[in-house]
């Protein structure tokens, strides 16, 4: 599987934006770039993925690198509900007709929210 | 749909004893994984079902843990002869079977082995 890699930590301020960065320089063709998070003591929760183009939801805005190397989830105001690890996965979606494999979790990012 | 449901939230155990877990996903869903998660780490796929078909298992899965499920709906994973080293939080999510499905993760069950 194409590898992630991210921050351990980040620190921002309440009602702040967030940029968590994340760096996939061997990613294919056909991987798709997944954002999960996990609150303290909760499973992990999805929050967005995209391919090529930038995409937005409730949540967040997902930001691809037009050579699709790196990614930046961005959460437009963050409150302190949004302190959590956040996941950032690659998965090929060539493996989702059949024999699909489970999410590959790294250790993310502990992002850490000051009132 | 309340979403996945694992029970038990918390199990102890003493080492060398069985335990199973359950897991309901969301009642569409027809796929559904199994993850291990220890402090301070991601975590870690154990195996994957489609249906009622297991289609995948990480080598992390030794023979002393199994997973079923009958009928493709609920399903359980059981760990025979438990050891200090299973203590962890054991997680199972489901999914739909489309094209980079979101996956939904339970609460989790934790396995504390003494």
């Known amino acids: 599987d194409a590898k992630t890699t991210q921050p351990n930590s980040m620190e921002s301020n309440e009602e702040e934006p967030v940029h968590l960065p994340c760096n996939h320089s061997?990613?294919?063709?056909?991987?798709?770039i997944h954002w999960y998070r996990q609150l303290p003591s909760q499973g992990p929760e999805y929050v967005i993925h995209g391919l090529t183009s930038n995409v937005n939801n409730r949540m967040a805005s997902l930001a691809i690198a037009e050579d699709r190397k790196s990614s930046t989830l961005i959460l437009h105001r963050a409150t302190l509900r949004d302190a959590a690890v956040y996941y950032c996965?690659?998965?090929?979606?060539?493996?989702?007709?059949?024999?699909?494999?489970?999410?590959?979790f790294g250790k993310g990012t502990h992002l850490i929210i000051q009132p | 749909d309340t979403g996945v449901s694992q029970n038990p939230r918390h199990k102890i155990t003493k080492r060398g004893q069985n335990v199973t877990f359950r897991c309901d996903p969301i009642?569409?869903?027809?796929?559904l994984y199994w993850y291990r998660q220890t402090l301070g780490q991601g975590p870690e796929f154990l195996t994957y079902?489609?249906?009622?078909?297991?289609?995948?298992k990480s080598r992390l899965l030794s023979d002393r843990f199994s997973a079923e499920r009958p009928k493709g709906s609920f399903s359980t994973l059981e760990i025979q002869r438990t050891e200090q080293g299973d203590s962890a939080m054991y997680l199972c999510?489901?999914?739909?079977?489309?094209?980079?499905?979101?996956?939904?993760f339970g609460q989790g069950t934790r396995l504390t082995v003494v």
């Open positions: 009642s569409e869903h027809n796929r």
């Open positions: 061997t990613i294919s063709g056909t991987d798709y």
């Open positions: 996965i690659l998965r090929d979606y060539l493996y989702s007709g059949g024999g699909a494999d489970g999410l590959t």
């Open positions: 079902f489609q249906n009622e078909a297991q289609l995948e």
């Open positions: 999510a489901s999914s739909l079977e489309v094209t980079g499905a979101e996956a939904f």
